[in-house]
């Protein structure tokens, strides 16, 4: 899957709880911050974003995520620790 965002302010991509939307595991997305607004990964209740990392660091910035478990997901790419 290719999520390719451009807005202006903070978005949201919330991933969801395998009980909500089973992806496979070895499942991944590529998102990219094409406009101003940073991305910001959400986990859902009982999901595990293995790594510090959940947001863009700016325009043309992209994230990888790939399921590794039922509720987990490694995260990698060009991102940031929100708020940090």
Do not use: C
């Not at 990964?41 to 510090?52: D, E, F, I, Q, R």
């Not at 863009?56 to 997901?73: C, D, E, F, Q």
């Amino acid at each position: 899957n290719y999520i390719r965002v451009s807005v202006s302010s903070l978005f949201t991509i919330t991933i969801p709880a395998n009980g909500d939307v089973a992806f496979p595991i070895g499942s991944s997305m590529v998102i990219r911050q094409a406009g101003a607004g940073q991305i910001l990964l959400s986990p859902a209740s009982g999901v595990t974003l293995s790594s510090v990392i959940n947001a863009t660091r700016g325009p043309g910035s992209t994230m990888t995520l790939i399921k590794v478990a039922a509720n987990i997901w490694d995260v990698f790419g060009d991102a940031v620790e929100y708020g940090a």
